[in-house]
């Protein structure tokens, strides 16, 4: 993965704009750490493969990033995305990673399911 190229996700965003896609949408601020250190509040979400259709999608911020995806019924956001992978062509995945390199949280979207 690389640092998220804004312009670039940006364009990726508006190309799947109007269309039938699956989600994956994951986020954790320990949980699989909590039983190291018990100041930590283990603290998970997890969806994937939800369908899901959206009429306007930004990317915003400096890093770390936040997107938000504008459907007929609500939205969708992330915040803390700091990842992207270049070399997809068909699904747009971007990643929050920590300061040690850990995954915080994961915004996926695909035509096809994960």
Request: glycine letters at 10%.
């Amino acid at each position: 993965m690389q640092l998220i190229n804004q312009q670039v996700v940006q364009q990726m965003i508006d190309g799947f704009k109007d269309e039938d896609l699956y989600i994956h949408l994951e986020m954790t601020t320990g949980a699989y750490a909590a039983h190291l250190d018990s100041s930590k509040h283990p603290a998970a979400n997890f969806i994937t493969n939800a369908a899901i259709r959206y009429s306007h999608g930004s990317i915003a911020g400096s890093g770390p990033f936040r997107v938000g995806l504008k459907m007929e019924q609500g939205w969708i956001y992330s915040e803390g995305l700091t990842h992207w992978e270049e070399t997809e062509t068909d699904r747009l995945l971007l990643a929050g990673h920590d300061g040690q390199g850990k995954l915080i949280v994961s915004l996926q979207l695909s035509r096809v399911p994960f």
